[in-house]
């Protein structure tokens, strides 16, 4: 019977062990799977940004004009662009500067091409027609610009916002989500996507990256640090992350989904040369460090030279 006792007791501790080791097992293959999908998340985040920035963001905008606008002329339509059927101002770009594709300029010019509906009808007309507009690759305007000022295309493209961004922004927001609770994380994405909005002109991301830059600090005053120093290697890190996809896409020909799982790639590889870099740059300084002082306790154990054999 004490042989039977043990052998279960023994067989139980060795269940018992399995079932541990299976568990913590299967708790690391969790963890790093979340962290790999999170990791992914954050930077198809940012990726996104660029790839869809790349010719101003031309591609989207036309593909989410087929599928999701009709852009048949009407008379509300032909009501906000009155002052450029009249003066053909700004060309291309009029929606900048003639006055009816603004908010307020917009719901003015469809309520008085339509009189005899109820407001509630001038609303559901005008939602439609500045959907429209919103949806094509040169949107709608955030300020009315003089047009005896020569603005360059670049803050003309600034100044406009459409559909295909305000999704970025929103996908941005995936990134921030995913780090919510690192500082340097939220730094890194945001700095990165700071870099590609400014670049290709984006005003939308960028504005919602100043979240996690808020976030970020919060955190930092929070847990009492107060040492901002630390977050200039994740800038940096930011920068060069949206560097190198910047110069994929510029460098690669093709089209916004090449872009994107290009851009994606290139982030994981960057943050992972990133990271054991700064892995082996410790390593080689504290290694270089011992060697240092082996060298030093070595010559102050070296005999002087005698004074004849030293002239």
Same mark, same amino acid.
């Given at each position: 019977?004490?042989?039977?006792?043990?052998?279960?007791?023994?067989?139980?501790?060795?269940?018992?062990?399995?079932?541990?080791? %299976?568990?913590?097992?299967?708790?690391?293959?969790?963890?790093?799977?979340?962290?790999?999908?999170?990791? =992914?998340?954050?930077?198809?985040?940012?990726?996104?940004?660029?790839?869809?920035?790349?010719?101003?963001?031309?591609?989207?905008?036309?593909?989410?004009?087929?599928?999701?606008?009709?852009?048949?002329? =009407?008379?509300?339509?032909?009501?906000?662009?009155?002052?450029?059927?009249?003066?053909?101002?700004?060309?291309?770009?009029?929606?900048?500067?003639?006055?009816?594709?603004?908010?307020?300029?917009?719901?003015?010019?469809?309520?008085?091409?339509?009189?005899?509906?109820?407001?509630?009808?001038?609303?559901?007309?005008?939602?439609?027609?500045?959907?429209?507009?919103?949806?094509?690759?040169? %949107?709608?305007?955030?300020?009315?610009?003089?047009?005896?000022?020569?603005?360059?295309?670049?803050?003309?493209?600034?100044?406009?916002?459409?559909?295909?961004?305000?999704?970025?922004?929103?996908?941005?927001?995936?990134?921030?989500?995913?780090?919510?609770?690192?500082?340097?994380?939220?730094?890194?994405?945001?700095?990165?996507?700071?870099?590609?909005?400014?670049?290709?002109?984006?005003?939308?991301?960028?504005?919602?990256?100043?979240?996690?830059? %808020?976030?970020?600090?919060?955190?930092?005053?929070?847990?009492?640090?107060?040492?901002?120093?630390?977050?200039?290697?994740?800038?940096?890190?930011?920068?060069?992350?949206?560097?190198?996809?910047?110069?994929?896409?510029?460098?690669?020909?093709?089209?916004?989904?090449?872009?994107?799982?290009? %851009?994606?790639?290139?982030?994981?590889?960057?943050?992972?040369?990133?990271?054991?870099?700064?892995?082996?740059?410790?390593?080689?300084?504290?290694?270089?460090?011992?060697?240092?002082?082996?060298?030093?306790?070595?010559?102050?154990?070296?005999?002087?030279?005698? =004074?004849?054999?030293?002239?």
């Amino acid at each position: 019977m004490d042989f039977l006792d043990a052998w279960r007791q023994r067989a139980t501790q060795v269940t018992s062990g399995w079932r541990d080791a %299976g568990r913590k097992a299967s708790e690391r293959v969790s963890n790093s799977v979340a962290g790999g999908l999170s990791a =992914t998340a954050c930077v198809a985040g940012e990726v996104y940004t660029a790839a869809l920035d790349w010719k101003n963001n031309s591609e989207f905008s036309n593909w989410l004009t087929d599928h999701l606008s009709n852009q048949r002329a =009407t008379l509300a339509s032909k009501a906000m662009d009155a002052e450029y059927l009249r003066t053909h101002i700004g060309g291309g770009w009029h929606r900048l500067y003639d006055g009816g594709h603004s908010l307020a300029g917009s719901w003015k010019a469809v309520s008085s091409s339509l009189p005899d509906l109820s407001a509630l009808e001038k609303l559901g007309v005008w939602a439609n027609e500045y959907w429209k507009d919103l949806i094509t690759t040169r %949107g709608m305007p955030i300020v009315i610009l003089d047009h005896a000022n020569q603005v360059s295309e670049y803050f003309k493209h600034l100044d406009c916002v459409n559909v295909a961004q305000v999704i970025g922004g929103e996908v941005c927001g995936v990134s921030i989500y995913c780090n919510w609770n690192d500082p340097a994380k939220l730094v890194v994405s945001a700095t990165a996507t700071e870099c590609s909005g400014i670049v290709f002109a984006n005003v939308v991301s960028p504005l919602v990256s100043l979240i996690a830059l %808020g976030r970020a600090y919060f955190l930092i005053q929070k847990s009492e640090q107060d040492d901002l120093q630390d977050l200039i290697a994740p800038a940096l890190k930011g920068l060069s992350r949206s560097g190198a996809t910047i110069l994929l896409i510029s460098v690669i020909p093709g089209g916004f989904l090449l872009h994107l799982s290009s %851009g994606i790639v290139i982030s994981l590889a960057h943050g992972y040369v990133w990271d054991k870099s700064n892995e082996n740059k410790e390593a080689i300084l504290a290694t270089m460090k011992g060697c240092l002082g082996n060298l030093q306790n070595g010559l102050r154990g070296l005999p002087l030279l005698p =004074t004849g054999m030293a002239g």
